[in-house]
Structure formats: structure tokens, C-alpha cells
């Protein structure tokens, strides 16, 4: 996590065992278990990060008996924050909320129709709500039932019977429909399925997945580099990160060999990496901006006047961006903080609470004394 996959911001994580391991008692809880990762990462210089998971019934996921594995997530607070909301237990069905044209999750974390039986004796998703960039971000951790009973890819009997898909696929199409209730409501939002899928990139339960729609990251690798399990000298895509069109756009993807190939190995998948710009949320019709006169300081041979940002809206959360677009050619804004797409901004450190105020000072340098028109455009977060 820390040396090869450089810290994450976001981990899911597959079979995390309960406290006691393969101990088959009532023990469920696995507090001890994240919290044991967590300050192994933490001692090697790793993020101090949180966790967030639920427990299953005792017994009843699947894996090793008593180890009552499960799915969980792994974040870094410094980075991105978990959207806690309400409280849901190992069999509350999680669900999609549409709250002003902004979906959310009824339950974060919350499992998705945990008693479905397509979940029979396998782990159930979690489904858990970020903000990144002060922009939602939805993901859904998956560890699908395992090939286990399928005849051999290159046994006997060809083409082999491959039992295992049907509940598979049925798992898929759980994932795929409540992937869509968040679609639904905005189209754009960022989604990321991700997990041990247990199926290959070409599958069926792959393609009930994408037709959410998602898109399937592995398929931007060369054909040479799919590959997260090697089983009887078959190297094959289980493990899978998929994201909506929105992060499709900017997404950068490996997959890291560390395990599979080797002789020592952490676990017999390989890890998956995956790389995303969120840009910040534009905020410009919540926000009326009054510029002063420039006045013309010989001294400095600058331009220097005011701009006042008044919130009409709801908070404004920092850092709020303040970007000065169509300047004319020749003119700088000397004490911008930075520029985006070529064009400066400044920057309200706080944010902007409802009804409140900001004046920000200008300062441009002008030698042609061009006329200063410009458009004033307004984003919270971070470019």
C-alpha cells in the first residue's frame, strides 16, 4: 500500500478477517484487524488513515470458516472525507437519494440488498459516499462468489462448464442497478466499482457491470499487462476498477505485479492503481461579484482596485477559487495566487458562509493602458 501503490487515497480493501481470524466463534467485529493495518502503514510512514466497514452475520459471507470475511475502505482524512450518514447494520439495504438533483447514499457506509440471494454465502458490496475537491464521490467495494466448481479453462471438456457465473452475474446485476439510481439522478456523478469481481474483463457479469454504464479500466492496458491471478499458468483479469464517464475522461490505471508472478507473495490477486482529476464545483450563479474603479499607482506602475464576492447560496466550502478569464492580451494580474488553463485566480482560503462577504484587492499590470474586460467565474475547491 505504501511502497508500491504510493498511499492511496482511497483503499478498498478485500477479506478482511474478523478480530480472531479463523477462530469459529461469534466474533465478528474486525476492529482490531483494520486498526492492526492501519498502524503498520502508519509506522512506515504511511498516512494515518480511517476505516469504514460493516460487520456481516456471523458465518454467513463465505471464506475461510470463522474469519467472516468482508469488503471495507481505507481513506485518508488529509485528503478526502467520509460522508458518515445514518447508521446501517449487516442486512439494512442501502439506497439512492435524490436530494435536490444531488444523489446520496440513504446509509454511508451501507451494504446493497444484502439479502438478495445472489448473495448467498458471499460477501455483500459496500457502498460508501466521499467528498474529494468538495465534490461527491461514490464507491462501491465488491468481492464476488469465486470461480470455485467451474471445470478447468483448458480441461477435458471444452467448452467448460463455468457454474459459478450464473450467481455472478446475478451480483452484477444488483451492482449495475443501483450504480444506475445514482446515474439517474445526475448522470455526471462520480462512481467507482471496484473489488475482486472473480470474472474475467470479456465475461457476462463484466458486461452487466459496464452496461451501468461504467467503463472497465483493465481495457485500457495493452493485452500483455491484464492480468491480477495466474491459476494453472493462465494469466486472467479477476480484479477489476470500473468508473463512470465523468472519471473515465482523466483517468490514469495500472495494475501493479507484485504478487501473482512471484514466488513470495501478500495475496494471490495483485493490487490495482488508479489515478483521477476532480475538478472543482462551479459556483458562479450562487455568488454576486461588484468590482471598484482601478486607480493607476505610479509608484508601482500598477492598476489596483477591489472585487467584493457576496454568497447568495448555501456555504461555499474552501478553498473558494476566484478565476479572472478573457483578460486581454498584454495584462497580468500580478498577485494572483496561480493560473488555470492560462487564466489567473485568487483564492478565499475560508470558503464563503451563506450571505457573507469578500473583497479581494487587484493588482494588474496594464503598460499598453488596454481597456480591462474580463469574466469572473467562481469554484469551490481546490484546481
Do not use: C, W
Not at 474469519?67 to 450518514?85: E, H, T
Not at 467528498?131 to 479453462?153: C, E, M, T, W, Y
Amino acid at each position: 500500500i505504501v511502497n508500491n501503490l504510493h498511499a492511496p487515497d482511497i483503499a478498498g480493501l478485500m477479506e478482511m478477517q474478523d478480530n480472531n481470524g479463523a477462530t469459529n466463534d461469534s466474533v465478528v467485529d474486525a476492529s482490531t484487524t483494520f486498526n492492526t493495518l492501519i498502524g503498520a502503514i502508519s509506522a512506515i510512514g504511511g498516512p494515518s488513515y480511517q476505516y469504514r466497514q460493516i460487520n456481516p452475520v456471523d458465518d454467513q459471507d463465505g471464506g475461510q470458516p470463522g474469519g467472516n470475511i468482508r469488503v471495507g475502505f481505507l481513506f485518508n482524512p488529509a485528503r478526502v472525507s467520509f460522508v458518515d450518514r445514518a447508521s446501517a447494520g449487516s442486512i439494512t439495504a442501502n439506497s439512492v437519494v435524490n436530494a435536490g438533483g444531488t444523489p446520496q447514499l440513504q446509509y454511508s457506509p451501507g451494504r446493497i440488498d444484502p439479502s438478495n440471494s445472489a448473495f448467498l454465502d458471499s460477501r455483500k458490496p459496500l457502498a460508501g459516499e466521499f467528498v474529494f475537491n468538495n465534490r461527491p464521490l461514490f464507491v462501491i467495494a465488491n468481492h464476488f462468489n469465486s470461480k470455485g466448481g467451474d471445470q478447468p479453462l483448458f480441461g477435458h471438456n471444452q467448452p467448460p462448464a463455468r457454474s459459478s457465473e450464473t450467481q455472478r452475474e446475478q451480483q452484477a446485476t444488483v451492482v449495475r442497478d443501483f450504480t444506475q439510481q445514482i446515474l439517474a439522478v445526475d448522470p455526471n456523478a462520480n462512481v467507482i466499482v471496484l473489488g475482486d469481481i472473480n470474472d474475467f474483463e470479456f465475461s457476462g457479469s463484466l458486461a452487466i457491470l459496464k452496461a451501468a454504464p461504467l467503463n472497465d479500466l483493465v481495457e485500457t492496458l495493452p493485452a500483455s499487462e491484464r492480468y491480477t491471478y495466474v491459476y494453472e499458468g493462465n494469466s486472467q483479469v479477476l480484479d477489476h476498477i470500473l468508473v463512470s464517464g465523468n472519471l473515465a475522461a482523466s483517468a490514469e490505471y495500472d495494475i501493479v505485479h507484485v504478487n501473482s508472478e512471484f514466488a513470495t507473495q501478500a495475496s494471490d490477486h495483485e493490487p490495482e492503481v488508479a489515478r483521477f482529476v476532480i475538478t472543482p464545483l462551479e459556483v458562479t450563479s450562487q455568488v454576486v461579484i461588484v468590482k471598484s474603479g482601478l486607480y493607476y499607482n505610479r509608484r508601482t506602475s500598477l492598476y489596483t482596485g477591489t472585487m467584493t464576492v457576496t454568497n447568495q447560496g448555501a456555504v461555499i466550502a474552501g478553498p473558494m477559487q476566484i478565476l479572472l478569464e478573457g483578460l486581454p492580451s498584454g495584462v497580468t494580474l500580478t498577485n494572483a495566487v496561480g493560473t488555470q488553463d492560462g487564466s489567473p485566480y485568487l483564492t478565499v482560503t475560508s470558503g464563503l458562509a451563506a450571505s457573507a462577504s469578500t473583497t479581494l484587492e487587484l493588482q494588474f499590470s496594464n503598460p499598453s493602458k488596454t481597456p480591462l474586460n474580463y469574466t469572473v467565474r467562481a469554484f469551490s475547491g481546490q484546481f
